[in-house]
Each structure stands twice: as C-alpha cells, then as structure tokens.
C-alpha cells in the first residue's frame, strides 16, 4: 500500500479531483501499477484524489520481482512526473515459516523467531 495525500490549493471554483497514473518502475522497467481500490478508476486504472484527502492505494508488482523500485505519480496527458518514492521489496515468503507450538511464534527454516 502506498498512502498518497494531494497537498492543493482550491481555486475560486471550488475543488478539482486530480488524476494521475501510479506506477513502479526498477529503472525503466514497468514492475507495478496501482491495483483496484475505491479510488482508482476502473476503465482507465488512474487514481482519482481530491485536495486534502489521504489514500491509501495498493500496488500490484510483477509475480517475482524482488528488488529496488521507484514509485512515480504521473499525469496521465502531460507525462510530468508529480512526485516519486523510492522502496525496495520485502516479501514474506510463506513457504519459508512456520509456526512454533511451544514458542507460540512464527519461526523461519532453522528454527529462529521472526
């Protein structure tokens, strides 16, 4: 999840919903893109954001990239970068834990709590 919170002054007539492209990107490479959620358009795949709000929107990543990214809001028309973040992945590989009886607590191959 990648909270986005649009910082904009209203103008005179009142307030304008931002759209953009949400995406994440290892270089030039497309890895993800902003998954369904109540404020991503579902015909074009843009988030829809008014001035002031805080959302938090999902990111779909490739199945099996793992690695640094850099996540880049983008105006879908003018291709001007609104802002960037930059993450690197950090999967929890379910087949890699289990869970300890007596410790009450996931532990990892060996045996160590995590």
Do not use: C
Request: glycine share 8%; net charge negative; proline share 4%.
């Amino acid at each position: 999840m990648i909270e986005v919170v649009l910082f904009l002054q209203q103008d005179m007539f009142g307030a304008e919903t931002l759209r953009f492209s949400l995406e994440a990107k290892a270089g030039k490479r497309l890895v993800g893109q902003a998954a369904a959620s109540a404020n991503v358009d579902p015909a074009t795949g843009l988030v829809v954001i008014e001035p002031g709000a805080a959302v938090k929107i999902p990111l779909r990543m490739d199945e099996g990239f793992e690695g640094d990214f850099t996540v880049v809001a983008i105006d879908p028309v003018t291709q001007v970068t609104y802002d960037t973040l930059k993450l690197k992945t950090d999967y929890l590989d379910v087949e890699a834990i289990g869970w300890h009886r007596e410790q009450k607590t996931f532990v990892d191959r060996s045996g160590r709590p995590i």
